[in-house]
């Protein structure tokens, strides 16, 4: 079975600071894929970054960034000198590697980025 | 523009009175699914389906029913409501890639059932 944890279920931090929001999966499969999707107040669902578990380079897009540790099982997002926009849910979500797979989520972690 | 639409947005309805919630996606997405999201919970998912009639299971099912007669529509059922349905609904979709693809989400239905 499939499963994600996002430990942290709600983070309160100052505009500009740094914040780290954890994921951590379990899988039994060799190939997989994980995902982070954005919940804004709202209430969509934005696709933020979508990744192989062949490819462990970290990804950096704009102030975000991915540290993806295959080691520990963990898919972290970073989000550098934070925004009040960036206020959300974060959900990490883990697929196997088949078109058919279906996305087991995070129970979620919210972002309360005060000015 | 690509979008999943789902309808209606917000619904009150009172318990045993059957609904239904249309979700439908114009990206000729092959897979379709439903998802819940309750707090504390995240989202979790109710049913999918891969193909024109072909339909299954995801982990919360209970009290639900779909079908998937035309490939750009996957409606919702709830055959009887009951208040320990009221959630926020997300149907999504998804092309059937060599490896999972993003899915794309609607903009998700509120039901309340008093």
């Known amino acids: 079975a499939q499963k994600v944890t996002q430990a942290q279920t709600e983070i309160s931090v100052v505009e500009k600071e740094d914040v780290t929001l954890d994921c951590v999966y379990e899988t039994r499969d060799t190939t997989y894929y994980l995902f982070w999707y954005k919940q804004p107040p709202s209430g969509e669902l934005v696709f933020l970054i979508r990744r192989n578990s062949f490819d462990e380079q970290n990804e950096i897009s704009g102030r975000y960034s991915w540290n993806f540790q295959k080691s520990t099982s963990s898919f972290n997002f970073t989000i550098t000198a934070s925004q009040v926009v960036d206020s959300a849910v974060y959900f990490c979500a883990l697929s196997r590697d088949s078109g058919y797979s279906t996305l087991t989520f995070g129970k979620g972690t919210m972002l309360l980025v005060s000015p | 523009e690509a979008q999943v639409t789902q309808n209606p947005r917000y619904l009150i309805t009172v318990t045993g009175k059957k609904l239904t919630v249309t979700c439908s996606q114009n990206m000729n997405h092959e897979y379709m699914s439903w998802y819940r999201q309750d707090p504390g919970l995240g989202l979790r998912q109710i049913y999918y389906s891969m193909n024109v009639e072909v339909t299954d299971k995801g982990d919360v099912p209970e009290g639900y029913k779909v079908s998937r007669k035309e490939k750009r529509n996957f409606p919702l059922i709830l055959e009887s409501p009951s208040p320990n349905q009221t959630s926020l609904y997300f149907c999504?979709?998804?092309?059937?890639?060599?490896?999972?693809?993003?899915?794309?989400f609607g903009e998700g239905s509120r039901l309340t059932v008093l």
């Open positions: 999504a979709s998804r092309p059937m890639l060599v490896g999972a693809g993003e899915l794309f």
